[in-house]
């Protein structure tokens, strides 16, 4: 173990002795995986075989990663996957686990088969990305709270994405009722803090919750001197004619439905159709600033219609030129699509498109073609929910955000694919914004959740 990953050891193995809910927060790629199985190590070699399992739980993308991680790291720990259609139920699961060190299931199968997990009496309950749980009001999180163990762990390089609410749910896993009811937690905290910036409110927060929280940073040259160094910029490009007249011409539409409505509702307008117009109006503009084809999903063609992607085009140029790889992430599987073929016929080389409904094997073999192959691949697109979590991708050394998510957290976590331990070189993040347009207002929100955070 590197020495903060010791320090982070230590610190969980504290925690667990006094029976206290931990968050360990590193930042993505620090290594929080290998910090619990050290843990777990440890616990075994303390307790002996005899010994209740412990629950892992974790998004679906990264139930194998964690598995392979073990098997890498911790050959002596058994390890048993709770998923798919093969998995056991009732009596028979709980006989069956008697004899593993750790249960790994995903937070889909936490919630539905919260029967037989409630019925083992867990040594400890670990969540990863426990930022799943962030909404407390969600059945997933109710579910998880209702686990037994003898301690609690989360693990998350972002305890808070949004809102402070989200640091309640995870505080309130690890240690109920310590941040007080969700309703004192509102009125104590959220609105001081969230709408008046108080700073004592602020302050207070962070003293309280600080024992429990440990969160180191990549940045942070005492954490980790080997790491390069990450440089952000922002790309500001302009929409092309046609993308400001359709983007005005959406806008109108929004603006004449709101008056045809209020209108037809003697003046009042449903809140949640309000809201549905507003999204989908939001959907349309973002997709206009990336191209007009995929605002009018007419397979129409590609070249000298969108700002973005002309410079896309000559930012890759130079990455190319000087041997780099590169990732371009967005939202939209169509852009996707789109920006796979047009910029394969454009530099004549594969370029490969990851999105969600990849399978396994071939989201793999697509890794190992831009990871470990000096002649594949020079270029991955990924779309940015796929791309978040479970993927090393030192590799590229360039790292595009095409079209930007509400979430800061989602986009950091896309860009550690590729800033994470086992990077040599320097990573770019280059930040797609048009000006003019709501993407200027999206990236001013993003800013200030990141102040919040």
Known sequence: ??????LGLSWLSFMRKYALGACLADDMGLGKTIEVIALLLREKKLRGKNSQPNLLICPTSVVGNWKKEAQRFAPSLKVIIHHGSDRLFGDEFVNSITEYDLVITSYGLARRDIKELTSVNWKGVILDEAQNIKNPSSKTAQSIRKLG???????????????????WSIMEFLNPGYLWSRKKFQENFVLPIERYGNEIATKELKSIISPFILRRLKTDPK????????????????????????????????????????????GGIDSMKRRGMVLSALM????????????????????????????????????????????????FTEMGEMLKEYLSNRFRCDVLFLHGGVPQKKRDQMV??????????????????????????????????????????????????AFRIGQSRNVQVHKFVCTGTLEEKIDELIESKKELS
């Open 1 to 6: 173990l590197r020495p903060y990953q010791l």
């Open 149 to 167: 163990a003898e301690y609690r762990f989360a693990l998350t390089g972002t305890p808070i994405e949004n809102r402070l609410m989200e640091l």
């Open 223 to 266: 954490i980790i001197s080997d790491l390069p160094e990450k440089i952000e910029m922002k790309v500001y490009c302009n929409l092309t004619r046609e993308q400001v007249t359709l983007y005005e011409a959406v806008v109108k539409d929004m603006l004449q439905q709101f008056e045809e409505d209020e209108d037809d509702n003697d």
């Open 284 to 331: 349309k503009l973002k997709q206009l600033c990336n191209h007009p084809a995929l605002f009018l999903h007419d397979n129409s063609k590609v070249e000298g219609r969108s700002g973005k992607l002309q410079r896309l085009v000559e930012m890759l140029e130079e990455a190319l030129a000087e041997g780099d790889k590169s990732l371009v992430f967005t939202q």
């Open 368 to 417: 190992s073609l831009f990871q470990e192959d000096d002649n594949g691949t020079p270029i991955l697109i990924i779309s940015v929910r796929a791309g978040g979590t479970g993927l090393n991708l030192t590799r590229a050394n360039h790292v595009f955000h095409f079209d930007r998510w509400w979430n800061p957290a989602v986009e950091d976590q896309a860009t550690d694919r």
